[in-house]
């Protein structure tokens, strides 16, 4: 039997891994038993879940995230001491990018498994465990670790649907879902070329599909695709009013998001076709409008201000990807970014605030983030500006008055759940929602003028008692509003769970582990 294992973090969205699910159904449909077990971090009966009913011959495959890999190889060596036979594997691209590191330091482990899984599974049950292949994995007698990173890609369209073992246990999730895999674009600071994963899709039909026996099987109505970009370019156009032309005909109930570049391509006439069969909600990935910053990190964006906008006028919620603070930017950079943010309105955004850029490595065997057994050194390097260095310095420690991530999941979720409700039973002028937009453009003036006020002080060379006596200041307003977010998003609750509190319970799912009573 084979155990995966995986962590819903924190602050991650609800939704049940599609790795896991797609490897669960890969190993089934070749004959052998796959059981799925979701743990929950600082979960006291994590270990026993993992112990429980235990075979020496079962392979645990623990798929990793930054956020939990102490406390799930913590488990793992427990697993390792009481059943010192049994294989343990890890999997994801963070365990790939810092497989290294991961070996030194838990040595114990079998391997660590790379891209899927699927090919690695694939070989294993053909060589009854004797051929290893497509990933990093240790050396017996010696106790070390040798590559064998040969995969051959699985494509999409040959993979079964992946299993909804999670979600069936889980009414009012969000549920994952995608129709390809990889990515053409080349930004050096994603994962994704990283780890050298090929693009592959499948059919339109496929997908639909698949929607439909979520909604009908396991009463899901809102979906992420988990595409890099679920529309490249022109070239997808076909496929996309085909995909409209399929959900219309289902006639399916649904809401979806999707990934896309900012690209110009994008255009209102599809993107209302969209929205009609339940397009709600985009992500985008702006990253930053400095053009040195672009040309650098082979980042390309078009036409940001028409594109956001005609999210706007077609009112579809947008949300977008950022990196304020890397390597090489200087105080005018960051005050040309931040002035960016606030015309969209977005400076809620504290995370993206406080976050430094990840420099990934070159590739998976590149040591030089992983010396001395430290695992993920993608956030430690040095501002090549001292102000910069100082800037960032100041406003994480300003913000550990408050919950970042909650403040900023606060904000993000109860502006979607009006969204969602307004395109669903309109009621615009809800003095609720009023109230709560007006806090949230309030404190984006506020927050302008703090950050400004800022890197003035710090482009000044002010000391660091003039700075921090600003910051002692500001202070309990931030304190205040977030305060005022988490009354104001009750009442919005509150507001439209008397008319339909199943959108309230499934916008709310992602917000579950924020110790927010339900």
Not at 111 to 120: A, L, R, V, W
Request: overall charge neutral; glycine content about 4%; charged content about 25%.
């Amino acid at each position: 039997m084979f155990k995966l294992l995986y962590y819903r973090t924190l602050y991650s969205q609800s939704a049940a891994s599609l790795t896991i699910g797609y490897l669960a159904a890969y190993i089934r449909q070749l004959g052998a038993t796959a059981e799925i077990s979701l743990l929950e971090l600082g979960g006291m009966n994590n270990a026993q879940k993992v112990l429980r009913n235990t075979n020496p011959l079962d392979i645990l495959i623990y798929k990793v995230n930054y956020q939990d890999y102490k406390e799930g190889c913590e488990i793992l060596r427990a697993v390792k001491h009481f059943c010192p036979d049994r294989k343990v594997y890890l999997l994801g691209y963070f365990a790939e990018m810092n497989c290294a590191a991961l070996g030194k330091k838990y040595d114990f482990i079998d391997g660590i498994i790379f891209h899927d899984g699927c090919y690695f599974i694939q070989k294993y049950l053909e060589s009854n465990g004797d051929e290893l292949c497509g990933g990093m994995f240790k050396k017996e007698p010696q106790n070390s670790f040798f590559y064998n990173d040969q995969v051959k890609n699985i494509p999409l369209s040959e993979l079964p649907f992946p299993a909804r073992d999670i979600e069936k246990l889980e009414k009012h999730s969000y549920i994952n879902i995608t129709k390809s895999v990889g990515c053409y674009g080349k930004c050096s600071f994603c994962h994704i070329n990283l780890i050298h994963r090929n693009f592959s899709t499948r059919s339109v039909q496929s997908v639909v599909d698949e929607m439909c026996f979520c909604q009908k099987e396991l009463g899901k109505k809102l979906f992420i695709f988990n595409d890099s970009a679920f529309w490249f370019s022109h070239k997808d156009d076909s496929m996309i009013d085909e995909f409209v032309d399929l959900l219309k005909k289902k006639k399916l109930r649904i809401n979806f998001m999707i990934y896309l570049k900012c690209t110009p391509f994008i255009g209102k006439k599809r993107l209302q076709k969209l929205k009609e069969v339940g397009l709600c909600r985009v992500f985008i990935g702006i990253e930053n409008i400095s053009n040195r910053f672009l040309d650098e990190y082979h980042k390309k964006v078009l036409d940001y201000y028409e594109i956001l906008m005609a999210f706007q006028e077609l009112k579809i919620s947008y949300h977008i990807g950022f990196i304020l603070f890397h390597p090489h930017v200087t105080i005018p950079e960051l005050r040309e970014n931040i002035e960016f943010l606030f015309r969209l309105k977005k400076l809620f955004r504290i995370g993206i605030i406080v976050e430094k850029m990840r420099m990934l490595p070159r590739n998976n065997k590149d040591t030089s983030f992983s010396s001395n057994n430290e695992v993920d050194k993608a956030y430690d390097y040095n501002f090549d500006n001292q102000e910069v260095s100082m800037a960032f310095d100041l406003l994480c420690s300003f913000y550990k008055c408050i919950d970042v991530r909650n403040f900023e999941n606060v904000c993000t979720s109860t502006l979607f759940l009006i969204n969602l409700y307004q395109n669903e039973y309109g009621d615009e002028n809800a003095a609720v929602f009023n109230l709560f937009i007006n806090e949230v453009n309030e404190f984006n003036q506020y927050a302008y003028q703090f950050y400004c006020r800022l890197f003035n002080l710090v482009e000044e060379k002010a000391s660091y008692s003039q700075i921090w006596s600003v910051i002692e200041k500001n202070q309990p307003d931030f304190i205040r509003y977030y305060y005022n977010f988490e009354s104001l998003r009750g009442l919005v609750y509150d507001y439209i769970g008397h008319i339909d509190e199943d959108l309230c319970k499934m916008v709310f799912h992602g917000q579950r582990r924020l110790n927010i009573d339900e």
